[in-house]
């Protein structure tokens, strides 16, 4: 089967761009044909390949250029969110300012707004505002993970860890040969 430059079959190729989309490794084994019966085994296995895992982390890479997105920009955003102050949008009295005089931050974290007018047997209208705060940080941290600025795991070796691995590795091997 040809491969790539990356050395990659066409379907590898194809998984990877897939598991770029998602990260998620049995629907990207699935979108790039794998059998949905053994996506989940296909999915774990393709991304173990030392080929695979470096184009993965080179299309990662890729996108955070192209986008101009750095780790410090994601933090950044997720500081202003976990920092957002609901009096910067009120005034002494409680009374909502203008969306137009609220900081940006809380513009762009605003998933939705309702005002509803309460009429009483006066005729006095109450108006009762309300506003919801987007799970932005879940989104923005989503798109670290995407790009590979976050991670859930830090793999470290040590020169002596990859002499033993080595070792335990050819004393498997001779226990195989020994066995047939």
């Not at 895992?53 to 202003?80: F, H, K, N, P």
């Not at 969110?81 to 974290?109: C, F, K, Y």
């Not at 670290?144 to 860890?161: N, Q, V």
């Given at each position: 089967?040809p491969?790539?430059?990356?050395?990659?079959?066409?379907?590898?190729?194809?998984?990877?761009?897939?598991?770029?989309?998602?990260?998620?490794?049995?629907?990207?084994?699935?979108?790039?044909?794998?059998?949905?019966?053994?996506?989940?085994?296909q999915?774990?296995?393709?991304?173990?390949?030392?080929?695979?895992?470096?184009?993965?982390?080179?299309?990662?890479?890729?996108?955070?250029?192209?986008?101009?997105?750095?780790?410090?920009?994601?933090?950044?955003?997720?500081?202003?969110?976990?920092?957002?102050?609901?009096?910067?949008?009120?005034?002494?009295?409680?009374?909502?300012?203008?969306?137009?005089?609220?900081?940006?931050?809380?513009?762009?974290?605003?998933?939705?707004?309702?005002?509803?007018?309460?009429?009483?047997?006066?005729?006095?209208?109450?108006?009762?505002?309300?506003?919801?705060?987007?799970?932005?940080?879940?989104?923005?941290?989503?798109?670290?993970?995407?790009?590979?600025?976050f991670?859930?795991?830090?793999?470290?070796?040590?020169?002596?860890?990859?002499?033993?691995?080595?070792?335990?590795?050819?004393?498997?091997?001779?226990?195989?040969?020994?066995?047939?």
């Amino acid at each position: 089967m040809p491969k790539d430059a990356r050395g990659l079959t066409p379907r590898q190729a194809r998984f990877v761009g897939e598991y770029l989309l998602d990260l998620n490794a049995t629907q990207a084994a699935i979108r790039a044909g794998y059998s949905p019966k053994t996506a989940n085994e296909q999915g774990a296995r393709l991304l173990a390949k030392v080929s695979i895992g470096a184009a993965v982390a080179e299309g990662q890479t890729e996108t955070a250029e192209r986008l101009q997105i750095t780790r410090d920009d994601l933090i950044r955003r997720l500081m202003e969110i976990a920092n957002l102050d609901v009096s910067s949008i009120v005034n002494e009295h409680g009374n909502m300012l203008p969306v137009s005089e609220w900081p940006e931050a809380v513009r762009r974290s605003i998933a939705g707004m309702e005002t509803v007018e309460l009429p009483n047997a006066d005729g006095v209208v109450a108006v009762v505002r309300k506003i919801r705060l987007e799970a932005r940080g879940q989104q923005i941290e989503r798109v670290g993970r995407l790009l590979g600025l976050f991670t859930d795991k830090l793999e470290i070796s040590t020169p002596a860890e990859n002499e033993r691995v080595k070792a335990l590795e050819a004393a498997l091997a001779g226990e195989k040969a020994e066995a047939t």
